[in-house]
């Protein structure tokens, strides 16, 4: 049923009591199995596969704490709304709250982080069709709710009891008996469709914008994907008003930054209490404010948004989430973005961009050429970020770490048209679960990636890298087989173009350098930054990464470019002194502001 609701990839982490979930995913041609042996990695990696196919991933682990680790996972899909199934077994119900071995309250035990959880009975033998009808729909129903219009996870509970495995031999026979049930699995659900804006609020809309010539447009992250990209790029260009492209918005990288004025350089420029072109003040404020996605990451702008004083704050998201922490919007329309778009920008009339609005690109242009050559003169863990983003190629992904990486592309990741696939976990800005969230991504896409993460976030989820050494194994043996035969069929755990892992070892919590609670030693480097004194060469080894440790800027760029030509996956690690990197970036901002 799964499956003929669209379902085409699941993680499992084994165990026992899940064995028939297990087999019945391995029994199923259409379906992909992903195994890991953490629970929480696995959670991250189909986090990243969904996040990448904006399409629910299943997940299936075993009774008892395994199901506590996928919940990191599930917090951060509930708040990026990303859709996942959560598949957990359980014991039977006599043995709930018995003290029976691995048995702990799975009923609802992801409480409001999952959009719908449901018991299900414990399988009988020769059922009533009601019951047969039951686990379709309620396999239908979850894989509907988990993809609708507000996605998220769905936790569905399966008690088993024993005997768990197949009573034949060759258990692939039995799941030739399901067959007998297809009429009952037949069922049919309705695609997701687009929710339009009404004539009234489009009408409303066309009237602020044509009557304001001064605004902006803002996209955030978890904006929808390409067909928006384009739609909002004209929408720019016929209202006249700037993007503001946070770095995972899908906006800041592509060909659409030829043609539209695309602005990423105010997490430096708009420090400033007033924003100033020529040296001279700029006089006046947007008009208009236009959201889409997510609150943006940018610290600056977020001040900046809340000191201004617009007519119109308006936010566009069909998903309805609200995502305005300083709760100023004054118009929010729940309504499919490319759509609003769309016909926005083929009703409104062409406009030249008002002489705000051109200042605003001014202001663009002599930041990134102050940014630039302050960047070009000073090496620390900010240009570093700003180089790789020079370097990547066309087509490429691009996974960031939170804390400081993250931060880092928002404010040196200057807009180009080459297409970078930008992500990052943002709904709860966890530091766990990184690499396996980036590792998911590339399975999905098989696209190559790069992913730079700080010393303590690749720390929290070293194990997350076991898929390659997987990937790698896999890979040997596919090629001992192609000598003797046509070739295996392809394994969904077959390796991607290349991978390459970026460590900025700031020897621990460089974030807090940025905090006033840097000022008080000695709890400060005890308490807060942390330092551990550890190099990862040997997790490159475990897990068969080529390992490239580097200090100075060239050897850097070299193993950067290196490692994005060669498909053998890599691990760059990058020594930084992280009192050094704090007081650089301390210094452009002043000599910036």
């Known amino acids: 049923a799964l499956a003929h609701a669209g379902l085409r990839h699941v993680c499992i982490a084994p165990g026992s009591r899940s064995t028939p979930l297990t087999l019945a995913f391995e029994a199923n041609p259409d379906i992909a199995v992903h195994m890991h042996l953490d629970e929480r990695s696995a959670g991250f990696f189909a986090l990243g596969m969904a996040l990448e196919l904006d399409a629910p991933v299943a997940l299936v682990c075993s009774s008892g704490t395994a199901v506590a680790n996928f919940f990191p996972a599930i917090i951060e899909a509930n708040m990026s709304q990303v859709p996942l199934l959560i598949l957990t077994a359980d014991r039977p119900h006599e043995l709930r709250h018995s003290g029976a071995n691995q048995t702990i309250d799975q009923v609802k035990i992801f409480g409001d982080h999952v959009l719908w959880a449901v018991d299900m009975p414990i399988p009988e033998p020769n059922p009533p069709d009601v019951v047969l009808r039951n686990v379709a729909n309620t396999a239908v129903r979850a894989h509907t709710i988990a993809n609708g219009i507000r996605k998220g996870p769905v936790h569905v509970n399966f008690p088993f009891r024993k005997p768990l495995e197949p009573k034949t031999g060759d258990w692939r026979l039995e799941t030739e008996n399901f067959t007998i049930y297809n009429s009952l699995f037949n069922i049919h659900y309705s695609e997701l469709g687009k929710l339009l804006p009404s004539s009234e609020h489009l009408n409303k809309l066309k009237y602020i914008i044509n009557n304001h010539p001064n605004g902006l447009i803002i996209c955030g992250p978890r904006c929808p994907g390409d067909e928006f990209t384009q739609a909002v790029a004209q929408l720019s260009q016929k209202s006249g008003y700037p993007i503001l492209a946070d770095p995972i918005s899908g906006l800041r990288f592509g060909p659409w930054v030829d043609e539209t004025t695309i602005v990423s350089s105010y997490e430096t420029f708009m420090q400033a209490k007033t924003l100033r072109v020529s040296g001279k003040p700029l006089g006046s404020e947007p008009q208009v404010i236009i959201r889409f996605g997510a609150v943006p990451i ?108 993250i931060r880092h592309l928002d404010q040196y990741g200057r807009s180009r048209p080459t297409r970078i696939h930008a992500h990052a976990n943002r709904g709860a800005s966890g530091i766990d679960g990184n690499i396996s969230t980036a590792l998911g991504i590339t399975a999905a896409t098989h696209r190559p990636l790069v992913a730079i993460l700080g010393d303590i976030t690749f720390y929290h989820d070293m194990n997350g890298l076991l898929p390659i050494k997987m990937w790698n194994n896999q890979q040997s043996t596919d090629n001992r087989q192609r000598t003797t035969d046509s070739g295996p069929i392809p394994n969904p755990q077959s390796p991607i173009p290349n991978i390459t892992f970026i460590v900025i070892n700031n020897n621990g919590g460089g974030i807090f ?58 691990l760059i690690e990058l020594l930084t002194d992280p009192t050094h990197d704090e007081q650089t970036r301390r210094t452009i901002m002043r000599d910036e502001g």
């Open 298 to 405: 940018s610290k600056w702008l977020n001040d900046y948004l809340d000191r201004i004083t617009p007519a119109h704050r308006i936010h566009i998201r069909s998903n309805g989430v609200w995502a305005d922490d300083s709760h100023r919007t004054t118009l929010f329309l729940q309504a499919d973005e490319t759509a609003v778009s769309n016909q926005l920008t083929t009703q409104l009339p062409k406009r030249e961009p008002s002489q705000w609005a051109s200042a605003i690109r001014e202001i663009e242009s002599r930041t990134w050429e102050r940014l630039t050559a302050a960047l070009n003169k000073h090496w620390f863990d900010g240009a570093a970020v700003a180089d790789v983003v020079s370097l990547l190629p066309d087509d490429v992904t691009l996974f960031m770490g939170n804390s400081l990486s």
């Open 513 to 570: 350098n940025r905090l006033p609670i840097a000022q008080y030693e000695p709890p400060f480097t005890k308490l807060f930054r942390t330092p551990h004194g550890l190099t990862f060469e040997p997790v490159a080894e475990l897990y068969g990464l080529n390992y490239t440790q580097v200090t100075a800027r060239d050897d850097f760029q070299t193993a950067v470019k290196h490692a994005i030509a060669d498909p053998a996956p890599h």
